[in-house]
């Protein structure tokens, strides 16, 4: 009698545009198409845990209800490592979900990091899942380095941003993968608005103001030291923006490079390149965008055999 295949989930890297993740796991539930295993990179990773520590529901409410003083309220300035120390996400993470070790999950989980001074790829599969992904998203330059068993790691999407090869490592027979890079390209870098600053999307609320001013400096980082820019001229983007823009577009060709030798059975890619990195406070459009996405391959998961008719 012939098995039934096992499905894998894969959740890539891409900062605050993560949030689509939940729109695609609610798009697939809807389908009938349950993955027996979930696994992820950087914000993939945190998605993915919500997922598998059977969180999810709790976990979009809680994205939804983010604004941009709440984002603000997690940063944990520090100089050394990075901007960030990220101590106060992952606290937040243990105290309001549940942080069982990954051995202990509701379904097969793992995350992807990388070593910071070997550069090798580091497969997190036990252990405590609040700290796996700590690791999984330690975006170098903004959060600081993570600590396991003596060693530093980093986020996992500057070695495998869609790890397809980890799910295979899992079991999975069939592959449901989410880039949420492929438009990135060329779109990071936002159109300067007065004085040549990057502007902040309408839907921040007028009561966020001083919060927003923050976010907007942030975005601009040390841009704002260098003279007023000669209108012929492009405008030179910030620190954070270059940052950014580098990771993406690594991320990038390493995705297309490692979807050559091992491409999953089917992708979705929403479009989301207009979201900036702090964007977290816009989880409503990113999971309805994800859904939507993921909607599109409805027809053809169905021809693999997944789902309802």
Known sequence: MNR??????????GSARGWAHIGVI???????????????ASIGAVVGAAYALGELD????????????TVFSFMDFKLAGGMLK???????????????????LDMPFAAVATGLHSGS????????????VRASMALPGLFTPAQREGRLLVDGGLVNPVPVSLARAMGADIVIAVDLNADILGRHLRKPGANGAAPLPAEVPD???????WLRRLQDGF???????????????????????SV????????????AGDPPEVMIAPHLAHLGLMDFYRAEEAIAEGQRAAEKTLPFLRQLGLGSV
């Open 207 to 213: 009561d966020e103001e001083e919060t927003a001013d």
């Open 248 to 259: 993406n577009i690594m991320q990038v060709r390493i995705t297309r490079s490692r979807m």
């Open 86 to 104: 990220g101590e106060r996400v992952i606290e937040f993470f243990r105290n309001r979900f549940s942080d069982r070790p990954i051995e202990a």
């Open 26 to 40: 609610r798009a697939l539930e809807q389908a009938g198409i349950k993955p027996d295993l979930v696994c992820g």
């Open 58 to 69: 709790r976990f979009e409410e809680w994205a939804l209800g983010l604004t941009g003083r």
């Open 4 to 13: 039934k295949p096992v499905i894998g989930l894969v959740l890539g890297s």
């Open 121 to 132: 790829e580091v497969w997190l599969r036990t252990g405590s899942t609040a700290d796996a």
């Open 223 to 245: 841009a704002a030291l260098l003279p007023t820019p000669d209108p012929t001229r492009v405008r030179m983007p910030s620190l954070l923006e270059v940052v950014l823009g």
